[in-house]
């Protein structure tokens, strides 16, 4: 009896998490019609259940269950954002190129669960890879990687080295996508001159009476202001090449397999575009490096956690043969204008009435940015160390 009321509560609970989780991330479950939304892809089965899936800060994901003639099936099904992704054939039509060729660069190696190693888009009843339904939203769903986990901090060596080793795997494996160039989904997204003047205009414009608050956040950007347009520079004058990247390699955005701990899949692909690899170094070692959560308000915890910048920084290099030594020059840079850039866009975002990243508490973003910045002085402070760990990492790689 007693554990019947265990087991209620437990539900109880489960419930009042899942409904506050739907909350947070702008609708309840119950505001869509599953039922109608997944009846037009070309799943199999009939629909089960909808819940709430991962901790994105742009799209609505849910993990969709199936009955396939008796076996459960899971899909994830996501509404595309489409006030940050204007364009969402765009994003589809990159998604499908890059997963396809993926697909059969795995396939030429040998590999026979290419399914699990690179996203599979369901189409839908009329043959696109994504749906509009009679509201304007847009609709996108992909099989569901069984298996295979995602972690919002990392919580070993191992996880950080096979966590930065997909992803240099995969720059590896889309570095010879043939033309055409991909769609800029999202223009200037890691142009950081770019992302200053926006700071600035927001600043200007006060819209919510914000500015008087942050004035230590703002000074902590002009005093570093001259930094931001060193990368761009570099690749203007023709030292670091385009490539094709992936712009979000936070640690959630890669699976790794429950069982082995190897990375499975890199997900969370709209912002595939052509950019410098730098990016994708710099970003994945301001979210494997944190000793906290990206929003945590106690700066005090926060900092660059230099066993897990050398875990990181041996994966990456041991897959990333492509690189240049002018992109190896600036390995250690991107990780603090990476980690910069994204502290002005918070910081722009709460000035501007928190319209970009979703929210879950008063002054959300402000934290976030906050924390940016600890982090930001923290590589600051330890950056000789850093440079000295990959010029080792990078002598291994090339002996
Ligand atoms: C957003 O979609 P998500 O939550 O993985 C953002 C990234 C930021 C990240 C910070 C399209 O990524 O640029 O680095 O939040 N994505 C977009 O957590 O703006
Ligand atoms: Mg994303």
Redesign the pocket.
């Known amino acids: 009896m007693g554990g019947h009321i265990g087991f209620n509560a437990a539900l109880l609970v489960l419930g009042l998490f899942r409904c506050r989780r739907a909350l947070e991330k702008g609708g309840t479950v119950a505001d869509w019609d599953f039922q109608d939304i997944v009846s037009h892809f070309r799943a199999w089965g009939d629909f089960v259940e909808a819940q709430p899936h991962g901790s ?3 799209h609505d994901t849910y993990k969709v269950t199936f009955n396939m003639a008796g076996t459960p099936v899971h899909y994830l099904l996501q509404r595309i954002n489409h006030r940050v992704f204007k364009q969402p054939a765009a994003i589809m039509d990159n998604i499908l190129r890059v997963t396809d060729h993926v697909r059969s660069r795995l396939k030429a190696e040998g590999f026979s669960d290419v399914t699990r190693h690179s996203l599979c888009i369901v189409f839908s009843r009329n043959r696109k890879p994504c749906y509009q339904d009679s509201a304007g939203h847009w609709w996108r769903m992909y099989l569901f990687v069984e298996g295979a986990v995602t972690y919002d901090a990392v919580d070993s060596l191992d996880h950080a080295y096979e966590a930065a080793k997909a992803y240099a795997r995969f720059q590896a494996l889309v570095s010879d996508l043939p033309e055409p160039r991909l769609h800029e989904t999202i223009p200037d997204f890691h142009n950081t001159p770019a992302r200053l003047t926006a700071l600035r205009e927001a600043v200007e414009r006060d819209s919510c009476g914000r500015v008087a608050s942050v004035q230590r956040e703002i000074e902590f950007v002009e005093s570093r202001a001259d930094q931001c347009g060193r990368l761009l520079a570099r690749q203007r004058a023709g030292e670091l090449p385009e490539r094709v990247t992936h712009n ?1 390699t936070k640690i959630n ?1 890669v699976l790794l397999d429950e069982k082995t701990g190897k990375g499975v899949c890199v997900i ?1 692909l ?2 595939v575009m052509p950019g410098l690899a730098l990016y994708d170094f710099g970003d994945m070692v301001r979210s494997c490096t944190a000793s906290a959560a990206e929003d945590e308000p106690d700066l005090s915890k926060v900092r660059m956690r230099m066993d897990v910048f050398e875990a990181v920084a041996r994966g990456f290099l041991s897959e990333a043969r492509f690189l240049m030594h002018a992109e190896r020059e600036e390995l250690v840079f991107s990780c603090r204008l990476i980690t910069l850039m994204l502290g002005m866009r918070f910081l722009t975002d709460y000035l501007s009435g928190d319209t970009y990243f979703k929210v879950k508490r008063d002054n959300h973003n402000l934290d976030r940015c906050r924390a940016q910045f600890a982090m930001v002085e923290s590589m600051e402070a330890q950056a000789d160390r850093m440079e000295q760990i990959v010029a080792e990492c990078w002598q291994k790689s090339a002996s």
């Open positions: 994105g800060h742009i979000d955005n969370d709209d912002t």
